[in-house]
């Protein structure tokens, strides 16, 4: 199972695109996500939703993968389907894992849910190979793709600046502070200038 804060398992597996090994990717940032199976109604709404922002994650650095429990030819005929019947292209590699290795090494497989399918999870690793946040929704329920660009902002934006994002933070709104470690710390703060609300949290734009 992975754990934030430590290194993703690393895996080799077949894609649409060619054969893909995540160490391979260091450098970029992956967001890697399952969905359930092939030729099924949610799952198609999402890789129309994610083959949307393909672009605007390129452009954030950031590798989009997909995986489920399918083969490649079972992979290709579907988003074959698709281009041919919605007129979405999908440009993003997706992992065929018939033998479950790499639901396994991720905990994809949610024995209430399904022995078979994976779930709808979304992992969310750094351009040095470690985990920093995981997303998980049932079968049921389609993702709402605009949070996994937001998130990758705000991670990315955190690394930059060495600062915390609050609720509901948005590209452009205030930053958090990192809360001050000592009483010396705590007394500085107030004088540099940051939007305090109380001595723990503050505010600053960047």
């Not at 922002?53 to 429990?69: F, T, Y």
């Not at 018939?98 to 992992?123: E, N």
């Not at 990192?178 to 540099?192: G, I, V, Y």
Request: hydrophobic residues 40%; aromatic residues 10%; proline residues 7%.
């Amino acid at each position: 199972m992975p754990v934030l804060g430590e290194p993703a398992p690393d895996f080799e597996a077949a894609t649409t695109n060619g054969p893909l090994k995540l160490s391979d990717l260091k450098g970029k940032w992956v967001v890697l996500f399952s969905h359930p199976a092939d030729f099924t109604p949610v799952c198609t709404t999402e890789f129309i939703a994610f083959s949307g922002v393909a672009e605007e994650l390129k452009a954030l650095n950031v590798q989009l993968i997909g995986l489920s429990i399918d083969s490649v030819h079972s992979h290709l005929a579907w988003i074959r389907s698709v281009k041919e019947k919605m007129g979405v292209e999908i440009p993003f590699p997706i992992i065929a894992d018939l033998d479950m290795k790499v639901a396994k090494k991720y905990g994809m497989l949610h024995p209430g849910i399904s022995d078979t399918a994976t779930i709808r999870t979304v992992f969310f690793i750094d351009d040095k190979g470690i985990m920093r946040a995981m997303i998980y929704y049932p079968s049921s329920n389609g993702r709402y793709i605009p949070e996994i660009i937001r998130l990758v902002k705000a991670l990315q934006t955190s690394d930059k600046y060495g600062v915390a994002t609050p609720a509901n933070w948005q590209p452009g709104d205030k930053v958090v502070v990192p809360a001050p470690k000592n009483k010396a710390e705590m007394d500085k703060r107030l004088s540099e200038g940051y939007e305090c609300k109380d001595w723990y949290l503050c505010f600053k734009k960047i």
